[in-house]
């Protein structure tokens, strides 16, 4: 711990390329569920000597290995002791899952809002007012984003913290009162609930000097621009920074100035996006600490290792997406004649989201699952397959709404509205996320009904996908 606080309040001490070897035979010698594991798959850590080594290791994941032990053998000496504050992410089923957490991981997650705040915004130099938009209580976001911020208020940044939470009302009633005594005030929150707070009428936005901090979803460039307009953001390749977090391990990535103008400049080149990206989707683009973070890409899926109150080795998160070296891309970038502004010379991690399963409403999955028990409602679910398809989708507004496009039985003629009422009951019951992340005029999905055999959402003879990116 003591030198997590000198590294922290200290230059960075930087790493050597193989630290997760080191910590992948820290947690197999101290982590029980971890030894375990590497003892059924008749691994023996010390055989386990360079990356190439570390590479063959088994991928974890969630089912695999955090619901498969007991949660104290998942921390160091098996015990939840070493760590001080539980975090939870709600699952599929909308069982919680708890993710413990000690002081020493907020100081390396701290690193990343470092960078955004203080190198990016000048929070060293200015009066800073941060907001804490995400949900509080034992959500993973919240708390952990003001414990990280006011990490950096310890180091000397004239930053100060308010945590209303995803509270709309008490959001607008204390920026006014508070935001006229800061040179700046950072928003910090999921995106279409920032969105949602920046298009209140009647607040005078452009007189607050405004930045945003954003994480949970892949939005358009198109929309940063939009609510940058809107809330008098000066300059939205500079002031808006999205990061890339997981109830997991915290912050992996953030976005910089680097990242942000590569990305606007391959928006406008779809071609150049999926000779890199393999897709013509844009994804979040960020930067990494390779000293914290290492990533893999598996199946076209991410893969990370880092340490934390759980300590993750080779940790398959679901993410689609990519890694890519710094050099490597900005040499991409000269090629084709842009060159983005100077900035950390780290490597790039790509994302487009959660693959197959869910969809991101306000930073909370929406799973299949939930919306499946919505559907099988007495009166409802004789009138529909039980096929349907997820969306989040995005209006002339730039404003997102949940859309799920149902299959109607044969024959049978189905209520829209009465499905929604039952896929929102639903949710609000299954999913902890979707009741405390969403707000309540945006928590009743759009119901579209469609024919049996619709040949764009139900096409006879294909396997059935339930979620769609719009």
């Not at 055989?47 to 053998?73: A, G, N, Q, V, W």
């Not at 509080?136 to 911020?149: I, K, M, P, R, S």
């Not at 393999?278 to 290792?305: I, K, M, N």
């Amino acid at each position: 711990m003591r030198q997590a606080f000198d590294d922290f309040f200290g230059p960075p001490a930087g790493q050597s390329g193989d630290w997760v070897v080191d910590l992948f035979l820290r947690t197999a010698e101290t982590v029980p569920a971890y030894r375990k594991l590497l003892r059924e798959n008749g691994i023996e850590p010390t055989d386990i000597k360079s990356l190439d080594d570390f590479r063959t290791l088994p991928l974890l994941d969630k089912p695999s290995y955090h619901e498969r032990y007991p949660l104290p053998e998942l921390c160091r000496d098996g015990a939840l002791t070493g760590c001080d504050m539980i975090a939870v992410s709600s699952g599929s089923s909308g069982r919680p899952t708890i993710w413990p957490r000690a002081l020493e991981d907020e100081l390396h997650v701290a690193r990343r809002f470092e960078q955004v705040l203080v190198t990016g915004f000048g929070a060293d130099e200015r009066a800073t007012l941060a907001v804490v938009c995400f949900p509080l209580g034992t959500w993973v976001g919240g708390l952990f984003t003001q414990a990280c911020v006011r990490h950096l208020a310890a180091k000397g940044c004239p930053i100060t913290v308010v945590a209303p939470g995803n509270n709309k009302a008490e959001i607008l009633r204390v920026l006014p009162e508070l935001a006229p005594h800061f040179e700046q005030v950072v928003l910090l929150g999921y995106p279409p609930f920032v969105k949602d707070v920046i298009d209140t009428p009647g607040v005078g936005w452009g007189t607050y000097n405004i930045k945003l901090v954003l994480a949970g979803e892949v939005f358009s460039e198109q929309w940063r621009d939009l609510v940058s307009k809107r809330a008098g953001v000066a300059d939205p390749v500079r002031d808006v920074a999205s990061l890339y977090g997981t109830a997991d391990s915290g912050v992996l990535g953030n976005e910089t100035a680097v990242s942000v103008s590569i990305r606007r400049f391959f928006a406008e080149r779809p071609e150049l996006a999926r000779e890199v990206f393999g897709d013509s989707r844009l994804p979040t683009l960020v930067q990494y600490d390779p000293a914290s973070r290492f990533f893999e890409v598996h199946d076209g899926t991410l893969v990370f290792t880092a340490d934390g109150g759980i300590p993750l080795i080779r940790y398959r998160i679901a993410d689609e997406g990519g890694v890519l070296g710094h050099d490597e891309l900005l040499a991409f970038c000269a090629e084709h004649g842009f060159t983005p502004p100077p900035g950390p010379q780290l490597p790039f991690v790509y994302l487009f989201g959660r693959s197959l399963f869910t969809v991101s409403f306000f930073g909370a999955n929406v799973y299949p699952e939930n919306v499946t028990v919505g559907l099988e409602q007495p009166g409802i679910s004789d009138t529909v397959t039980g096929k349907f398809v997820i969306e989040s989708v995005e209006d002339a507004d730039r404003d997102r709404s949940l859309r799920i496009t149902v299959e109607t039985a044969p024959g049978q003629t189905a209520d829209a509205a009465r499905i929604a009422e039952s896929i929102r009951t639903q949710l609000l019951r299954l999913n902890s996320e979707f009741a405390h992340y969403v707000p309540a005029g945006r928590q009743l999905p759009e119901v579209v009904l469609r024919p049996a055999g619709d040949p764009e959402h139900f096409p006879a003879g294909v396997k059935h996908r339930y979620t769609r990116r719009s």
